[in-house]
């Protein structure tokens, strides 16, 4: 293989077809999936389940949104109204892709693939998959060699590694066509941490 990171590209491209998504994404975590997703947007005031993730309320301020916390039971996925973006943290299996709309999956060690660490963006949009490329990595173009890059966009750090991609790429091989929602309870209520209304 002429570059490690064509393995990324095939993860990409396993996972889309997967789920049924036109593009895929793949990046560092699912936190700076729903963070790029979120600068993307533009967003402002975001709502979410009170029971999620402490990562997610965190993207959305970085991002520069503010965080409405609503207590509702989800399962699997849920959207961060009024974006067309959605958690799907809990949620892996085929054709589970809603089109017209920005999904973030996770790979953690305790998720469907787990191969540790990792991330992916799913998405009908041809547009800001360019942009989420370049965000990942540095405002770097694929395929441009450091020298040669024209930078005018700002991005940071965020590309999945060819070793995650490998065992992502083992890893779906074995996976079921159909797998079962993620219990959400180890979610506690994140709505009493003054941190987040802010």
């Not at 809990?90 to 953690?108: E, I």
């Amino acid at each position: 293989m002429k570059n490690a990171f064509e393995i990324v590209k095939l993860f990409e491209k396993r996972v889309a077809k997967y789920t049924g998504a036109p593009y895929a994404v793949a990046i560092d975590s699912a936190t700076n999936a729903l963070f790029l997703c979120c600068k993307y947007a533009e967003v402002k005031e975001v709502t979410i389940p009170a029971r999620t993730y402490v990562g997610v309320p965190m993207s959305i301020i970085h991002a520069g949104g503010k965080v409405k916390f609503i207590n509702k039971q989800w399962k699997g996925i849920y959207q961060l109204k009024p974006y067309p973006i959605y958690d799907a943290a809990k949620r892996f299996t085929t054709d589970m892709y809603l089109p017209g709309t920005t999904m973030c999956l996770s790979f953690h060690g305790k998720k469907h693939l787990a191969i540790g660490r990792g991330g992916m963006i799913l998405t009908n949009d041809k547009k800001a998959v360019k942009w989420f490329k370049k965000a990942r990595w540095d405002g770097r173009t694929e395929g441009v060699p450091l020298e040669k890059e024209k930078f005018n966009t700002l991005g940071w750090n965020m590309y999945m590694l060819p070793e995650q991609a490998a065992r992502g790429l083992t890893q779906i091989m074995f996976l079921p066509k159909k797998n079962k929602d993620l219990p959400i309870e180890d979610y506690s209520d994140l709505s009493k941490y003054d941190i987040f209304s802010r």
